[in-house]
């Protein structure tokens, strides 16, 4: 805690600022009043769900990073100049406690100062994962395909002379597609008698966004990024069904998206492996729906035959 003592001689207003730095990186038009530094608390009710017409938020998971950053309030936030300051957090036993991340945004560990703030107005502007903002403090600096991505701001937030205060974020929003891939045997075969993905590898995806709006969706776009998900991320469900999820950014439908499949059969009782080339022409990725793509694997005369089929919100068939 740090308490701030007024006087209206310059010596003691440079002492002020001087002394508000330990709460506050940077100084509003007019300063807050005088005082004792609060230490504030977050709640987050959770991210918006990617099933269903619901918005109704679903928990962050355990170990989720979260970076909260704390403007003055202002019509033109977010910006530097009212930038106070921003701690990372994760999700430890349901609760958001201080940590140290990466560049990526992922845990390093647990520790890191609460956020204290004078008694002020604020907008709370949160990021998750907690990657790293631009240097402007208006942008995050890049999102990349493979996480979570979400944002909420919570704004003109009143911080009182409490020894405590507890501040409850909005719900997050998604700004990325979730997509499932599974791949499993044909019905009504016995053949391949056992399945496995060693690889899938989606290509067509657009590239790493850089310098995102905090509040604004990802853009969607085109271009021939590949994203790996490697064997591991596959979970097995019996012998001949394998799933996997992955968040992609946003996809404008511009361009065909591709899957490489790489995997592992029995057949006859050998074991080989298999690969599969192909693609969904058009496919559009909107931020915070989710999709499944299923690869049908079957033994007919020719050898293998494969099969991809699509769904948009698990519920609307989009072709094959």
Do not use: W
């Not at 940590?99 to 609460?114: E, P, R």
């Not at 704004?155 to 974020?169: D, F």
């Amino acid at each position: 805690m740090c308490k701030l003592i007024f006087s209206p001689s310059r010596g003691a207003i440079f002492l002020m600022a001087t002394l508000m730095a330990a709460a506050c990186s940077k100084e509003p038009a007019e300063f807050p009043e005088p005082g004792e530094a609060v230490m504030v608390n977050f709640v987050v009710p959770g991210v918006e769900q990617t099933t269903g017409a619901t918005k109704a938020g679903e928990a962050l998971a355990e170990g989720t990073t979260v970076r909260i950053a704390a403007y003055y309030h202002d019509p033109g936030n977010p910006q530097l100049s009212t930038l106070c300051q921003e701690v990372t957090y994760c999700v430890r036993d349901g609760k958001l406690v201080p940590c140290l991340v990466d560049g990526n945004g992922n845990l390093t560990a647990f520790g890191g100062q609460d956020m204290e703030l004078l008694s002020y107005a604020y907008d709370f502007y949160a990021v998750s994962p907690a990657l790293p903002l631009s240097t402007d403090k208006r942008l995050v600096s890049q999102v990349p395909h493979g996480v979570d991505y979400a944002t909420s701001v919570t704004a003109n937030q009143n911080i009182s002379t409490s020894k405590v205060q507890t501040v409850s974020l909005t719900t997050l929003s998604r700004r990325c597609a979730k997509v499932d891939f599974v791949v499993k045997r044909a019905d009504g075969v016995t053949e391949p008698s056992t399945l496995s993905v060693n690889e899938l590898t989606v290509g067509g995806l657009r590239p790493t966004c850089t310098n995102v709006a905090i509040i604004s969706s990802v853009p969607a776009g085109v271009g021939s990024t590949t994203y790996v998900l490697p064997g591991e991320a596959f979970t097995s469900s019996g012998a001949t069904t394998a799933s996997a999820s992955a968040f992609l950014l946003p996809a404008s439908g511009a361009g065909p998206i591709t899957f490489d499949y790489k995997l592992s059969c029995t057949i006859g009782g050998y074991e080989s492996n298999e690969t599969f080339s192909g693609e969904v022409p058009s496919l559009n990725l909107e931020a915070g729906k989710r999709y499944t793509v299923t690869l049908t694997v079957r033994l007919n005369t020719a050898g293998l035959a494969f099969e991809v089929r699509q769904v948009i919100d698990n519920s609307t068939d989009i072709g094959e």
